[in-house]
């Protein structure tokens, strides 16, 4: 069974710029979730969406955004970047009030 | 609000020798807890969770946990480590009703030494 799977692994922007970063999720499963690594912040919650529409959001501002598209996978889409947002963004997946699964990530960052 | 605290940053054990990460949480409502485990450049990888029932639970790797509910701990432990342990350790929460995200700890940084 594939994992959930990001794309791209690594990015590399300047600021202002927007970048969208991908996921797919395990297949079945309808609940995506975001997440942010950032040195010395640690893991924090970014967005959930499940069956297309957005759920619950963390504590970012506006310029996050994201979507799941009808066969489940995502976007997030961080807009006007900062230097900031330099950070591993992790995707995860799971069917409704089960454990999470993660990807491998995104790692982004900002010059 | 959920928080969880993970004790020690780092820990630095022998190879073959035992080893317990402290995680203690706070939340006014019942929620599930879990471990995972980072690997160098990768994602995380669930190693154990406790739902409900035994507060015992076994996980992969030979990692165990025991749930303490007076104590709001759940603290991870191997008896024996091996050099592939070498990773980094998170504790982390949900609400059982409600918003599904994760509430994580900063992470123990598990180091094994020949």
């Known amino acids: 069974e594939a994992g959930v799977t990001q794309s791209p692994t690594h990015l590399i922007k300047t600021r202002g710029q927007q970048v969208t970063l991908r996921c797919s999720p395990i297949?079945?499963?309808?609940?995506v979730y975001w997440y942010q690594q950032a040195l010395g912040l640690g893991l924090q919650f970014l967005l959930w969406?499940?069956?297309?529409?957005?759920?619950n959001r963390g504590n970012f501002p506006p310029r996050f955004s994201g979507r799941q598209f009808p066969n489940y996978s995502s976007e997030l889409n961080v807009n006007a970047l900062e230097l900031e947002d330099s950070a591993l963004y992790l995707c995860?997946?799971?069917?409704?009030?089960?454990?999470?699964?993660f990807g491998d990530g995104t790692r982004l960052s900002i010059l | 609000a959920q928080s969880v605290t993970q004790l020690d940053s780092q820990v630095p054990v022998f190879e073959e020798a035992p080893v317990e990460l402290r995680c203690n949480y706070s939340?006014?409502?019942?929620?599930?807890l879990f471990w995972y485990v980072q690997y160098p450049n990768q994602g995380l990888q669930l190693l154990l969770k406790?739902?409900?029932?035994?507060?015992l639970v076994k996980g992969i790797n030979g990692f165990e946990a025991e749930f303490n509910k007076s104590q709001t701990s759940f603290h991870l432990r191997k008896p024996s480590v091996h050099i592939s342990d070498t990773a980094e350790y998170f504790c982390?929460?949900?609400?059982?009703?409600?918003?599904?995200?994760?509430?994580f700890g900063q992470g123990t940084r598990l180091t094994i030494n020949p």
């Open positions: 406790y739902l409900s029932g035994s507060t």
């Open positions: 969406y499940d069956e297309g529409e957005e759920r």
């Open positions: 982390a929460v949900r609400v059982i009703q409600g918003a599904q995200k994760l509430v």
């Open positions: 939340s006014s409502v019942s929620v599930y």
């Open positions: 995860a997946s799971s069917l409704f009030n089960q454990p999470q699964h």
């Open positions: 297949s079945g499963h309808t609940s």
